[in-house]
Nanobody, 119 residues
Framework: QVQLVESGGGLVQAGGSLRLSCAASGSIFSIDAMGWYRQAPGKQRELVASITTGGSTHYTDAVKGRFTISGDPAKKTVYLQMNSLKPEDTTVYYC?????????????WGQGTQVTVSS
């Protein structure tokens, strides 16, 4: 059974920093990438940042220059350094691991960690 365990969320003032961590356990046949998503109440879950096993990274425009994703998907670990946090970054953040090979894709999710940025 695959489990993703997140840590590092919390309360911080605007302009502050937080670092999220995620470690996956269990068997993932062909991990392709890991990433961080966030979901505000009443909105769709959106990709914040991702990193592939090859080291390629992707960021949503809203966090470029402020957030940095790192880690090693092949070792099932991913981190998100969040700097210059804004109140609009407040929401639940979810770790994701993608298992993919030709003809098959499966996403695994963590339980979510709350990030709250006060103004």
């Amino acid at each position: 059974q695959v489990q993703l365990v997140e840590s590092g969320g919390g309360l911080v003032q605007a302009g502050g920093s937080l670092r999220l961590s995620c470690a996956a356990s269990g068997s993932i046949f062909s991990i392709d990438a890991m990433g961080w998503y966030r979901q505000a109440p009443g909105k769709q879950r959106e990709l914040v940042a991702s990193i592939t096993t090859g080291g390629s990274t992707h960021y949503t425009d809203a966090v470029k220059g402020r957030f940095t994703i790192s880690g090693d998907p092949a070792k099932k670990t991913v981190y998100l350094q969040m700097n210059s946090l804004k109140p609009e970054d407040t929401t639940v953040y979810y770790c994701n691991a993608r298992d993919r090979f030709p003809g098959y894709t499966r996403d695994y999710w963590g339980q979510g960690t709350q990030v709250t940025v006060s103004s």
